[in-house]
């Protein structure tokens, strides 16, 4: 490969993700403040929340393959952390945002301790049964999460000293939150780590006896994944303003995972582009009433017929990394991808 | 012994049987197909909402009920069957129909397939608990001795019992029986002696919703609870129990649905309503901690 070539492909992938940048915090913010509907605004944030919860979830039901049936459990708990330590301690934005996602890692980590040692299906039963735990206990401690009637947050995000009321700037701290997050998760994705997830996942037994250490890598990824979680729950708590089980139900894990599953599973462009489309399609289809929900179903049920390898698959989520960053890869990094 | 003990033990022994009904369901389509089927759930509530339609329509006596939700379950078992699990049944060798690929598509399928069920039902019906009729409410309270209990304990108690002895007529003495537990066994053997691998799935599937749907009629009238969203809980619950039994073994998931039904009513004397859920959670996570293979369930390679 010559040198010429090298540098178009990183001027090729510095314009995508200038570009990228651009959209999210230029081009978006600016039609939403020029429709002037903060409702629409308030849709964009959930939006970008989700596309985080979508692609840290991709990274262990995508990437390592291990079907997660209760990620909402992770998302409440940072939600819930960064609610109860704002509104009983009183720590600023900084600090309930951080713990809100080192809490979710951790009890990722208690969760990935006992379960990691099962396979496929009753993994996913085990997650099942975390993520109903932890819902029957935030809606029946009443005396520390207030049970059905949900927490409230009524401090707005203060960022050294600023405080960030206006819906506009709300949109930004969560926008740069959700660039930051997920260009770690799409290193990591596209790193020695993600491709060492990837063989655990095509066969777990093959990758131990060639000296990766299952487990532990598994449980890296769980604490990782779960700890992005976290940090989105904890911008909601704080960008809502109102927080309650409700949202971290069964059904919430299954629209995470529908995500993950209608765009591509290992494939991180495609979660978030999953994540776009379920949180985006019933406000489109807000015409359908009631349906709107079984729309949801319907094209969850049609792309796994159709497009079994979801929207934008991960061999072509891979093609793209390889394109764009061959030139970082292709020299003296190149271990996991010749 | 204390006469509330006794009522509580025979309440969940009632609870139970509704657990044990619906595990059934889970654990002959999982030991055909090997896949778990996520809207078996719903099954449950067709049953009971066909069940209410009928007590609407026609006032019905209570026999004609139960056939109905039988049927309704029947039925839906074998449109999910056509709709959720056919499509990904490209191949008919045992790799492929066994094949994680299969599993994980059928699970999401059968998932996207729950929630249009429960969408359409909540769009006819409404979310909110439907009323039925004072005289179909089965909480008539019957004295025995010391002890009140009321006619659904009864209803539901029996006719599981009769529903459990017909299952076990179907799997040892009838054709359809004898090949859902041939193909179960090995289905490519199956296949090679003559078996039609697609009728034996459909009729597994018929036999487990049966079973469900009746439930779910039974459990709406004795609780008088019949909303789009009932069909969640049990079967979560009863799909604990079939993990606890061993996946694939029915005396399995039986007695550990009756265990887990006892459990949780006895635990109703400590915990209050909300809590009590965590018994079967917490059931599960033990259970996968430390038998991970179930308690009843046969030596798997791997889990």
Not at chain 2, 69 to 76: E, K, T
């Amino acid at each position: 490969m010559t040198d010429n070539k090298l540098v178009s492909h990183s001027v090729r992938a510095n314009l995508l993700v200038l570009g990228l940048l651009a959209l999210v915090l230029g081009v978006v913010p600016g039609v939403l403040s020029f429709l002037g509907k903060s409702y629409y605004m308030q849709v964009a944030n959930s939006a970008l929340i989700y596309c985080v919860v979508a692609a840290s979830m991709n990274l262990i039901t995508g990437t390592a393959g291990l079907m997660c049936l209760g990620h909402a459990a992770f998302f409440g708990i940072g939600a819930y952390t960064a609610a109860l330590l704002n509104t009983h301690f009183g720590l600023p934005f900084l600090l309930t945002l951080p713990l809100g996602g080192v809490a979710a890692g951790l009890a990722g980590v208690l969760v990935a301790l006992p379960t990691m040692r099962l396979i496929s299906i009753y993994f996913a039963v085990a997650t099942l049964g975390v993520g109903e735990i932890v819902h029957v206990t935030l809606l029946n401690w009443v005396s520390l999460t207030r049970g059905p009637m949900g927490m409230q947050i009524y401090e707005p995000i203060t960022i050294f000293g600023h405080q960030f009321t206006g819906l506009l700037s709300i949109y930004y701290v969560i926008a740069v939150l959700a660039c930051v997050s997920i260009y770690l998760l799409w290193r990591m994705n596209h790193s020695y780590f993600g491709n060492a997830l990837r063989s655990v996942r095509e066969d777990d037994q093959c990758a131990e006896a060639m000296g990766i250490s299952v487990v532990k890598l598994k449980i890296q990824a769980f604490a990782a994944s779960t700890f992005f979680t976290g940090l989105a729950g904890a911008v909601l708590a704080h960008s809502a303003g109102y927080i309650s089980p409700d949202s971290f139900q069964f059904s919430e894990s299954i629209l995470i995972l529908t995500m993950v599953v209608v765009g591509g599973l290992g494939s991180l462009p495609g979660s978030i582009l999953g994540a776009l489309l379920l949180i985006l399609l019933p406000e489109v289809a807000r015409g359908l009433g009631d349906m709107r929900n079984v729309a949801v179903g319907v094209v969850m049920f049609l792309s796994i017929l159709l497009l079994p390898k979801g929207i934008f698959g991960e061999v072509s989520a891979i093609e793209v990394a390889r394109k764009l960053f061959n030139s970082a890869w292709d020299g003296r990094n190149a271990v996991g991808w010749k | 012994m204390d006469t509330y003990f006794l009522m509580q033990l025979i309440n969940g022994l009632s609870v139970g049987m509704i657990y044990a009904l619906i595990a059934i369901g889970f654990t002959l389509i999982f030991g055909v197909l090997n896949v778990v089927n996520f809207a078996h759930g719903e099954m449950y509530t067709i049953g009971a909402f066909a069940g209410l339609v009928c007590i609407n329509m026609i006032h019905a006596p209570l026999a004609i009920i139960i056939v109905a939700a039988l049927v309704a379950g029947g039925l839906s078992g074998i449109g999910l069957e056509r709709i959720a699990f056919k499509p990904f049944r490209r191949f008919q060798d045992e790799a492929s129909l066994k094949s994680r690929a299969m599993r994980e598509a059928t699970l999401l399928s059968s998932l996207a397939v729950s929630i249009i069920i429960k969408e359409v039902i909540q769009h006819f019906f409404g979310a909110e608990m439907q009323t039925i009729p004072g005289q179909y409410m089965l909480n008539n309270p019957i004295q025995v001795g010391p002890l009140s209990l009321s006619s659904g304990q009864f209803l539901i108690l029996g006719s599981s019992i009769l529903m459990l002895g017909g299952l076990q007529y179907v799997l040892y003495h009838t054709r359809i029986g004898l090949s859902i537990r041939a193909i179960s066994n090995n289905p490519l053997g199956a296949k090679y002696v003559g078996l039609s691998v697609d009728k034996t799935i459909i009729s597994t599937f018929a036999v487990g919703s049966m079973l469900g749907g009746a439930a779910g009629i039974m459990v709406g009238l004795y609780y008088g609870a019949i909303f789009p969203t009932m069909g969640f809980t049990p079967s979560i619950k009863a799909f604990v129990a079939m993990v606890m039994g061993g996946l694939s073994s029915i005396p399995g998931a039986v007695i550990c649905s009756l265990i887990l039904g006892v459990c949780e009513s006895l635990a109703t004397n400590y915990l209050t309503q909300g809590w009590s859920d965590m018994v079967a959670y917490s059931f599960l996570i033990v259970t996968l901690i430390f038998f991970p293979q179930g308690i009843f369930g046969s030596r798997r390679e791997r889990v």
